[in-house]
């Protein structure tokens, strides 16, 4: 069975501290994706980034970065420096061709200023 | 141009009303998708097409009727809703979800908020 943890249910944080949220995933499969997405109370699902299970490299796109640990089965994602706009529900995601694509329950993070 | 429209952005009704969700894609994307999201959970996939046909029913009620008339738009018609059908309804899109190739990112839309009195 695939599943996708997310720990933290909401993080609060001061504008331009830095804050990791936290994913763990479980699948049998050996090839897999894992995404997350932003969602701003707007309600649309924002695509962030996406990994697959052979590519271990950690990405940074300006003030977010991602840390993917097979060993682990984790995939946690860092906002540096967050900013008021940051305040979203934030969903990790698994995907294998055996399967759909799998949501974690989502971490609220409120930035205030 | 990674974007997926949807419209109503609202929508309102009671029990005994028929209406329909639009959604629209112009990426050349062959699969879209319908999702239901309640307040404060993850997104619940109800129907997938893959190339204009029905590849995925997640046991969803027959009150919900999915129709894709052309790989640009899904619609999703609805009929003698119940209240706890009122959440967020999402449309999403892929490049292709053949064998092999179901892993594309998926783009969703705004979604539709519908509230069912």
């Known amino acids: 069975a695939q599943k996708v943890t997310q720990a933290q249910t909401e993080i609060s944080v001061v504008e331009k501290e830095d804050v990791t949220l936290d994913c763990v995933y479980e699948t049998r499969d050996t090839t897999y994706y894992l995404f997350w997405y932003k969602q701003p109370p707007s309600g649309e699902l924002v695509f962030l980034i996406r990994r697959n299970s052979f590519d271990e490299q950690n990405e940074i796109s300006g003030r977010y970065s991602w840390n993917f640990q097979k060993s682990t089965s984790s995939f946690n994602f860092t906002i540096t420096a967050s900013q008021v706009v940051d305040s979203a529900v934030y969903f990790c995601?698994?995907?294998?061709?055996?399967?759909?694509?799998?949501f974690g329950t989502g971490t609220r993070l409120q930035v205030f200023p | 141009d990674t974007e997926v429209t949807q419209t109503p952005k609202h929508l309102v009704m009671g029990m005994t009303n028929k209406k329909s969700l639009k959604c629209e894609q112009h990426?050349?994307?062959?699969?879209m998708y319908w999702y239901k999201q309640k307040a404060k959970k993850p997104p619940e996939l109800m129907f997938v097409y893959s190339y204009e046909k029905l590849s995925i029913n997640e046991s969803v009620p027959s009150r919900f009727s999915p129709e894709c008339p052309n790989s640009s738009l899904l619609n999703l018609h609805l009929h003698a809703l119940q209240p706890e059908d009122s959440a967020l309804y999402l449309c999403a899109s892929s490049q292709d979800r053949r064998v092999g190739i179901r892993t594309d990112t998926q783009y969703f839309g705004p979604g539709t908020r519908l509230t069912v009195l």
């Open positions: 990426m050349g994307h062959r699969a």
């Open positions: 995601a698994l995907h294998s061709d055996t399967d759909k694509l799998i």
